[in-house]
């Protein structure tokens, strides 16, 4: 069980997303006809296809989705439990990303969740998420 | 442009082999599979003209087409996970419609338990969005997924663990009628609850066998198909959708494309959910049954729990689902969609035995693909 977790492929507009992240800044794109954001880094608004988008640093902070703790990892470098959960930015945005200050298993459906960034190999840095006040699930 | 509702009728079904087949390949299953669904028409090999299949290889549907000797009109390798095959369906009657083939064969085959494939991250794949900003979070692919819609579930309607583990007490109810079926034997609540979790709140018990196994499905013009062995099974309606294809980009846990599929496929079938006699909704994972009748408008919203509870899903009830015993204990070997078909199919014509729906004259088959990210409802009937 040597499978070590992937590192994130840079090309295209992923480029300035993991290079903004290895500085400490969340950036998402914001459309400059509707002023919606999105992320992913795309070459157009899902929102109203327009074509010119911006990328403006996140404020961090978020509510959960939902989330799910894993207990058998893939990867020999991604120690279990950890949990998983989808994180709706205050933006408006939703990011796949981590959970952490919660108990393993707990239901943090719409617990508040600040911006944190966790080192990884190669120079990454991961964005993940902190639950706010305390770590009681929902 | 007329409707392809009621023009086009499916003619034969057939299993592969199912469960362990180790010395068989997966081509070799969708063949086997493909002949004993030909032998169910009463058709020859000659007489199809057009393939679809996907996941054998990059090039599925030449490498059917080869095995099988026949230089197809109409070539189709779409893949979108497990609802596949409902599409196929779709895209062979629209094919016969258009005159481009007369006669589709739609097959599929898998080895994935004998080859041990399966592996807990999925399929890391390059070049997808997913690759790009998912997968460094180690997501457990597609379960992780399922188990965040489970847990939205449940905390949005209080849904409980118990709720999710009756969906798989009434697959085995179904199973134990199946002689096909991998895991017949009773369970009991205390064993599903016994079984360890894996990405919460999901359990092992909530999750689909891994199984080997193939299927086919023959779709020809209802007028040719008055000719043949078997009395027709009419497509009634169709539909498929894609909502997302990474984690992060779904539009909504619990509102999902089945819920446009499914208006648009009863829709074009000219009938209501209240109209449909037997349910198959592709149940990769307990929570699948559960957002499936919600979305496809067999329950309300939250009420699903409640409804399988009360036993309408299980073998007496008014809803008869997944009567072949499901994903979760009569096989599957990775893609569960063209099962969905087999299974109605054989409902419609009454040959079900002791598992047999009593007067069944139309279902309803809904399955996913990926991560809740592709849909496809089919809705078949007798005339």
Known sequence: MSLVRPLPETDGLAAHYWASAANEKLVIQRCDSCAQYQHYGRLMCVHCGAGTLQWVDTQGEGAVLSCTTVYRSPYSDVQTPYTLALIRLDEGVTLLSHLLGGDAGGNYCDARVQLEFSPLRDGFKLPVFRLLESGEPA | ?383
């Not at chain 2, 000797?69 to 009657?93: K, N």
């Not at chain 2, 309408?312 to 994903?327: F, I, M, S, W």
């Open chain 2, 1 to 383: 442009m007329t409707s392809i509702s009621k023009q086009m009728a499916i003619v034969g079904v057939a299993e592969s082999d199912l469960g362990v087949v180790p010395d068989k390949t997966a081509t070799d299953l969708a063949v086997q599979a493909s002949l004993r669904a030909l032998a169910d028409a009463g058709l020859s090999l000659k007489e199809i003209d057009g393939i679809f299949t996907c996941n054998l290889s990059r090039f599925s549907s030449l490498q059917l087409a080869e095995q099988l000797g026949i230089q197809a009109r109409y070539l189709d390798s779409s893949l979108a996970g497990g609802c596949s095959f409902e599409m196929h369906l779709a895209h062979a009657c629209a094919a016969i419609q258009a005159g481009l083939c007369h006669t589709a064969l739609i097959a599929y085959g898998s080895v994935q338990r004998s080859k041990r494939a399966r592996k807990l991250e999925g399929f890391v794949e390059s070049g997808t969005s997913a690759a790009q900003y998912e997968n460094v979070y180690a997501p457990l692919y597609p379960i992780s997924f399922y188990a965040m819609v489970a847990q939205r579930h449940m905390h949005t309607y209080g849904t409980s663990l118990e709720d999710l583990a009756g969906v798989a007490l009434v697959a085995r109810q179904w199973a134990s009628m199946n002689p096909m079926a991998f895991k017949r034997d009773p369970l009991t609540l205390d064993e599903l609850m016994a079984s360890p979790v894996i990405s919460s709140p999901l359990r092992v018990a909530d999750c689909c066998l891994v199984t080997d196994g193939g299927g086919a499905v023959i779709v020809t013009s209802m007028e040719r198909a008055r000719n043949l062995a078997q009395k027709p099974i009419a497509v009634l309606g169709v539909a498929e959708t894609s909502t997302h294809d990474a984690m992060s980009q779904v539009p909504d846990l619990l509102v999902h494309g089945s819920k446009d599929t499914g208006q648009r496929a009863l829709a074009m079938a000219g009938l209501q959910a209240k109209d449909i006699d037997v349910v198959q909704i592709y149940d990769a994972f307990t929570i699948n049954v559960l957002v499936g009748l919600e979305n496809l408008g067999f329950c309300q919203p939250g009420e699903a729990a409640s409804f399988v509870a009360a036993g309408h899903t299980a073998p007496g009830g008014k809803l008869p689902l997944n009567t072949q015993g499901g994903g979760l204990s009569y096989c599957h070997p990775g893609m569960f969609g063209i099962f969905l078909l087999i299974e109605a199919v054989r409902q419609l014509r009454q040959q079900c035995g002791e598992r047999q729906v009593p007067q069944a004259r139309t279902a309803l088959c809904h399955a996913t693909g990926g991560i809740f990210s592709a849909h496809a409802t089919t809705i078949l009937g007798v005339e």
